[in-house]
């Protein structure tokens, strides 16, 4: 006898025989094929929003100008700013009240932006656009950022200060790592060995 839809028994059975549906991000959003763990994104920059591809949709936008203004595929770029330093007056300009930021070119807004990780998610923080021109003049590299797909790290503290130019999806990553783990006023411990374990990622990755 075939088992009637409100046999509890004939529901077990059939949810045992369905194929497993694939969990967000372990197929490409744009042609549906599976997806490792370890995959390429692209940017579309209308929504601010990152697309989990695989390596043949995001090697389709790798080149310049191919996705038009919508979509940039994200390079895998990490470097050092070798001997950047800072001094506390620029960064008081850029109004960033914790000690990590970005900094990358909105292409839609034809400006940069700087955000900062947050219990909230990425909080935006106003930008002088003199103290970033002249962060720049000091620190070449930054002229070489893709707009929209690369951003400008940085961590600052009492005895030292570290930048790096990274993909944009990493700050992505960042962002979320303080969201889920930040507890209490100052984040917690938690959230701090996360941080740590972050940024001596990003240091392996430019070796």
């Not at 409100?6 to 042609?31: H, K, Y």
């Not at 990425?122 to 003049?137: M, N, Q, R």
Request: proline letters at 6%; charged letters at 25%; one cysteine or more.
């Amino acid at each position: 006898m075939s088992a009637q839809p409100s046999d509890p028994l004939g529901v077990l059975q059939r949810i045992r025989n369905a194929p497993p549906r694939p969990r967000p991000g372990e197929r490409c959003e744009m042609c549906d094929e599976l997806v490792s763990d370890e995959h390429e994104h692209v940017v579309n920059a209308e929504s601010r929003s990152l697309m989990c591809t695989c390596r043949g949709c995001w090697m389709l936008f790798s080149s310049e100008g191919a996705g038009g203004s919508r979509y940039r595929a994200v390079p895998d770029r990490y470097a050092v700013v070798d001997g950047f330093t800072m001094s506390g007056g620029t960064w008081d300009s850029f109004q960033i009240p914790v000690s990590v930021a970005f900094f990358f070119h909105n292409s839609s807004l034809e400006r940069v932006t700087a955000f900062y990780p947050s219990p909230a998610g990425a909080t935006e923080s106003l930008l002088e656009l003199d103290a970033w021109d002249k962060l720049v003049a000091a620190n070449p590299i930054l002229e070489t950022l893709i707009a929209d797909v690369e951003a400008f790290l940085v961590r600052v503290g009492d005895e030292n200060q570290e930048a790096f130019v990274v993909p944009i999806d990493a700050c992505y990553e960042l962002v979320g790592h303080v969201r889920r783990l930040w507890r209490g006023f100052d984040g917690g411990r938690e959230a701090k060995d996360a941080l740590d374990q972050f940024f001596s990622d990003v240091r392996a990755r430019c070796r």
